[in-house]
């Protein structure tokens, strides 16, 4: 029996649903810059949802949205446009901006072997579908025009504030009314917002040249392709407060109903205990950590280290054990391809990671049993049956070692022997450096158990 953690109640509970098709909206990236290992721990749990569904015979219709258009700096409706900002420090056309970092984005969950949903949806390709469901907010009473937009009436709506269980009342007395002093309320909040003559990004409407709020697209695309009600709906933590919030708002004014059965949030991605940022230097990509030499799934071994809904630590130190961890595992699973042990605990292994994952997604005890399996004496029925887990992991358990013996020049030598002693001494500054440098010279590093691998860049 599955069971999931409901933001929405609290509570962890039975999944059920109508029919075998899950239905799911996932929150997906603003394409104005790269997206960072904290935005891609909100994926993996994404896809690590898709792939537990699956594991129980479950089919999916999928939906994850595409934001090239009207994502403030501030989630709160503040500053400015996240799309045109990045277009005038980059002196690009928003819609290439978007192109370039959406590839990119794709490519790096390509790396992290995170399956793209059944449908993936560009806020501006949707925009007539925001309109006529501002349109639909407006006309049941819960939408309010004035000089510079439409906004939501969240006093009209009782139940505002049911997702986060925020306390309005503290809020609204700290709240600022900065950009629209029509407002009726400070808690009010973008549908449509019209255009300055100096804006890019806009479109015709029944209120003259307007672009959408970010909370909007959302709500429109998840009721074009999933209707309006469906049964799950993931992002990250961050999202609660506001985005999520607002959502059901938007779809209570709508249709009179909250959207999704199911809500559920990934916990935030610290970096060496700390929060990330660009001051600090520690906003991490995918190609960051294949610059340093590891395997891109070692962010997602290192993902199953810690609960979805616990926080989890970023550290090169975590990476680096992290990988580790994954070549030994791939290692042993050779290991078993090999073996001839007769053995008949299969079921009991097969019930126990069963269990694991279907207690909300509880992947550092699945893989507590993939490890108790791969310590096992060896047999060719382990290696089948690590591979059925491996459906769920997804961390390419048998995939073949490509890390060759190389000769290397006397300088390169040296280099890695000074690596050696400093990374015994526990020198991991040094070591870091010493593993940058060589990436310089063309050689890629990896520790493993038997020691330093090197192999040529090609």
């Keep these: 029996m599955l069971k999931i953690y409901n933001t929405y109640s609290r509570e962890k509970e039975e999944f059920k649903i109508d029919g075998d098709t899950v239905r799911i909206y996932t929150c997906g990236p603003t394409v104005y810059n790269y997206a960072h290992i904290g935005n891609l721990r909100a994926y993996i749990f994404m896809d690590t949802l898709r792939k537990v569904l699956k594991y129980n015979g479950y089919k999916l219709l999928h939906v994850m949205n595409i934001t090239d258009v009207g994502h403030m700096t501030s989630d709160a409706d503040e500053g400015e446009d996240k799309m045109l900002k990045a277009s005038r420090e980059k002196h690009m056309k928003p819609e290439d901006i978007a192109n370039m970092y959406t590839e990119a984005f794709l490519k790096d969950i390509g790396k992290l072997n995170i399956e793209s949903p059944e449908h993936i949806t560009k806020a501006t390709d949707h925009i007539k579908e925001m309109e006529e469901y501002v349109k639909d907010i407006v006309k049941n009473g819960y939408g309010y025009e004035t000089s510079k937009g439409i906004y939501f009436d969240t006093d009209k709506l009782t139940t505002y504030g049911e997702l986060s269980r925020a306390n309005l009342k503290d809020q609204k007395a700290g709240a600022r009314i900065e950009i629209d002093d029509e407002k009726k309320s400070p808690l009010d909040f973008a549908l449509w917002i019209k255009a300055p003559e100096e804006h890019i990004m806009k479109w015709n409407s029944q209120w003259g040249m307007c672009y959408p709020g970010w909370h909007i697209e959302c709500s429109a695309m998840s009721k074009k392709y999933l209707g309006e009600t469906f049964d799950i709906h993931t992002g990250g933590v961050d999202h609660i407060q506001i985005h999520h919030e607002n959502e059901i708002a938007q779809s209570r004014g709508a249709t009179g109903k909250n959207p999704a059965r199911y809500w559920m949030h990934s916990e935030f991605l610290l970096i060496d205990g700390g929060k990330m940022s660009k001051s600090l230097g520690n906003v991490y990509t995918v190609q960051d950590i294949q610059d340093k030499g590891y395997d891109c799934?070692?962010?997602?071994?290192?993902?199953?280290?810690?609960?979805?809904?616990?926080?989890?630590?970023?550290?090169?130190?975590?990476?680096?054990?992290?990988?580790?961890?994954?070549?030994?595992?791939?290692?042993?699973?050779?290991?078993?391809?090999?073996?001839?042990?007769?053995?008949?605990?299969?079921?009991?292994?097969?019930?126990?990671?069963?269990?694991?994952?279907?207690?909300?997604?509880?992947?550092?005890?699945?893989?507590?049993?993939?490890?108790?399996?791969?310590?096992?004496?060896?047999?060719?029925?382990?290696?089948?049956?690590?591979?059925?887990?491996?459906?769920?992991?997804?961390?390419?358990?048998?995939?073949?070692?490509?890390?060759?013996?190389?000769?290397?020049?006397?300088?390169?030598?040296?280099?890695?022997?000074?690596?050696?002693?400093?990374?015994?001494?526990?020198?991991?500054?040094?070591?870091?450096?010493?593993?940058?440098?060589?990436?310089?010279?063309?050689?890629?590093?990896?520790?493993?158990?038997?020691?330093?691998?090197?192999?040529?860049?090609?």
């Design 297 to 458: 799934l070692a962010l997602r071994y290192l993902s199953y280290t810690s609960h979805y809904r616990n926080k989890l630590n970023f550290t090169w130190d975590a990476i680096e054990s992290a990988n580790n961890s994954l070549l030994n595992m791939r290692k042993l699973y050779k290991e078993h391809l090999n073996g001839n042990e007769k053995v008949d605990d299969l079921d009991k292994y097969r019930v126990e990671f069963t269990d694991a994952i279907n207690d909300d997604l509880n992947i550092p005890m699945a893989m507590a049993v993939v490890w108790d399996v791969l310590k096992s004496n060896k047999s060719e029925s382990y290696a089948k049956l690590l591979l059925e887990f491996d459906e769920v992991l997804s961390l390419n358990i048998d995939k073949k070692d490509e890390i060759q013996e190389v000769e290397i020049p006397l300088e390169v030598s040296d280099i890695i022997e000074e690596r050696k002693s400093s990374r015994e001494n526990k020198n991991f500054i040094l070591s870091d450096t010493l593993r940058d440098k060589l990436f310089d010279l063309g050689y890629k590093v990896l520790d493993t158990k038997e020691g330093q691998k090197v192999e040529k860049i090609q």
